[in-house]
């Protein structure tokens, strides 16, 4: 965990922390933002007094129990595409805003054209902003390590690589972060990330807290259908739910109907309505007990990537609490 359990008043001492991939008009729709959208995610940023800090700083406060500003944000980037430098550098400037960018660093090595250069990469460093690891290949690293083609040492070998390649580029300030290819994380991959001292960023929802798992922090996607700020805002505002994240079981399972119980860690959650959903659809929760709440897939799912998301409004009616917990299907050999 990123620090001890806090009590329901310091819990509010959390942030969330938004991902972006494309800021283009020419790249997959799913994965970006126009320029002038990004714009005016900005600018909705500064107009509603929402606290934009760097990543390293939001964690370590967290990390130290220290109160941070209400609505604190930190961007990232995963991937490191050129239009990142064209399109979101010069309104990230502009507005005074820190930000993070994870990079693949083989395709940066070929030359891609699509992609950063090493001397963009070290222009971005030298003004501000952090560049973290992304893995070499951004091959999907749970999949190979499931259907046996990867094993703990090539784990350990890719992640190291591209961490030494970002090192003798960009020198010692290289954070030790990993943000997971494709938001895939496994049990073995976080404990491979805790044994080697690195935080590990997935891709799914919810907030940054004291009980988040350091190898499973999630992040709220900013870009294609979810760019539009007014979810984006309520996305801003929520809190992270008080639940017991130790408990929770590996993303990577072979079980087509997979179910979860979680337990909340306070007393006053436990008592909100629950909304809970798969992959958008509505998914009823059961309550085996006062403190806990228990969710199951009502059909079996696809191979593949799945989310249970659940949200329970505040007593005040003035933000949600927000549990996100992903599901990798596999049939074992991918």
Not at 78 to 96: Q, W
Not at 308 to 313: E, P, S, V, Y
Request: hydrophobic share 40%; with cysteine.
């Amino acid at each position: 965990m990123l620090a001890g359990w806090l009590d329901l008043a310091a819990a509010a001492d959390h942030f969330n922390i938004l991902v972006y991939h494309h800021v283009s008009t020419d790249s997959p729709a799913s994965t970006s933002v126009t320029p002038q959208v990004f714009r005016e995610h900005l600018q909705f940023f500064q107009d509603q007094q929402i606290h934009v800090m760097p990543l390293a700083e939001a964690l370590a406060a967290v990390t130290n129990g220290s109160p941070l500003p209400d609505k604190t944000i930190a961007i990232t980037f995963d991937d490191g595409y050129r239009d990142i430098y064209d399109n979101a550098l010069p309104l990230l400037e502009e507005f005074g805003y820190p930000f993070t960018i994870f990079v693949a660093t083989d395709p940066i090595d070929k030359g891609y054209g699509d992609m950063l250069s090493w001397a963009q990469l070290r222009t971005l460093a030298q003004r501000g902003v952090t560049i973290a690891n992304h893995s070499t290949d951004h091959a999907y690293l749970v999949r190979q390590q499931a259907g046996g083609a990867l094993g703990r040492a090539g784990l350990r070998a890719n992640i190291e690589q591209a961490q030494q390649r970002l090192v003798d580029e960009l020198g010692d300030a290289v954070p030790r972060w990993l943000a997971y290819p494709y938001g895939e994380f496994s049990t073995q991959l976080q404990d491979l990330l805790k044994d080697m001292g690195y935080l590990g960023f997935g891709q799914h929802s919810g907030g940054v807290w004291a009980g988040t798992h350091a190898q499973a922090i999630p992040r709220f996607a900013a870009a294609g259908i979810y760019a539009n700020t007014a979810t984006l805002a309520t996305k801003i505002g929520s809190h992270p739910m008080p639940i017991d994240e130790a408990n929770l079981p590996n993303m990577l399972t072979t079980d087509r109907s997979p179910s979860v119980t979680v337990d909340f860690t306070d007393n006053l959650v436990p008592t909100l309505p629950l909304n809970c959903f798969l992959d958008g659809d509505p998914l009823p929760a059961s309550r085996p007990t006062a403190s806990s709440f228990r969710l199951s897939s009502p059909a079996p799912l696809t191979l593949g990537r799945h989310r249970f998301n659940c949200t329970a409004r505040s007593a005040s009616g003035a933000f949600y609490y927000w549990f996100s917990k992903p599901w990798l299907v596999s049939d074992g050999t991918q």
